[in-house]
């Protein structure tokens, strides 16, 4: 089973309208949580972190459920420049030099359509 | 923007040669990745350093080596190229300090192509 699993789409969305998609990680250790952003053949960005409460960014929301081990993200009234591949990461704490690790997952595709 | 670079940013080789891919960064972060990504599929940790003279294996086995000489600079070597290691491949670092929110910053990428 992979750490972080994720549906790989395409999750094909009308402009404006609004789209979810899940992530679930495996390991229960996991600590810290992000979203990244990555367009066809360019560098991951980081889109949000993902705290426990939830946080809200314009309009891109992120939960966690640490129960379930999932996090989610939801876009609302999506652009067309909202297409692109969302990359779940979770931090797994590395014990050796006291460091961390990410681990990402497959990717989400949305494709946002006129 | 993020200050990280990566050269060459496009490389054609033939099989046998070896290569060197550089990274450096000047945001004087302690810990430094090397991530491999083939089109359309998920990046792969194939090596990290926490700081000078540290060097880890990451979690694809990679034939690549790398040296961490330089808090800024990360160089990744293959000693002798095969049309395998034909993928692209993606430099990140973050901040040393112990913490669990630290952004791992990305370079635009080496795209190697092995003959």
């Known amino acids: 089973r992979k750490e972080v699993e994720q549906d790989p789409g395409p999750f094909n969305v009308p402009e404006g309208a609004t789209v979810a998609f899940n992530c679930t990680y495996s390991?229960?250790?996991?600590?810290?949580f992000f979203w990244y952003r990555q367009d066809c053949r360019k560098e991951p960005k980081l889109l949000m972190s993902v705290y426990s409460s939830g946080n809200e960014d314009g309009r891109f929301t992120a939960q966690l459920n640490r129960a379930s081990q999932y996090i989610s993200l939801l876009i609302r009234d999506s652009k067309l420049s909202d297409s692109a591949t969302y990359l779940c990461?979770?931090?797994?704490?590395?014990?050796?030099?006291?460091?961390?690790?990410?681990?990402f997952g497959g990717g989400t595709r949305v494709l946002v359509k006129p | 923007e993020a200050d990280i670079y990566q050269t060459p940013r496009y490389l054609v080789i033939g099989t046998g040669k070896k290569i060197t891919l550089e990274c450096s960064q000047t945001m004087g972060h302690d810990k430094m990745y090397w991530y491999q990504q083939d089109p359309g599929m998920e990046l792969h940790l194939i090596h990290y350093?926490?700081?000078?003279?540290?060097?880890e294996k990451g979690d694809l086995s990679s034939e690549s080596t790398v040296s961490r000489i330089r808090t800024e600079h990360f160089p990744l070597t293959l000693e002798s190229a095969r049309p395998s290691h034909t993928s692209q491949y993606l430099c990140?670092?973050?901040?040393?300090?112990?913490?669990?929110?630290?952004?791992?910053?990305f370079g635009p990428g080496t795209r190697l192509t092995v003959l």
């Open positions: 990461v979770v931090n797994v704490p590395v014990i050796k030099a006291a460091g961390n690790k990410l681990t």
């Open positions: 990140a670092s973050s901040e040393g300090m112990q913490g669990y929110y630290n952004e791992q910053f």
């Open positions: 350093s926490y700081g000078v003279n540290s060097t």
């Open positions: 390991n229960s250790a996991s600590q810290s």
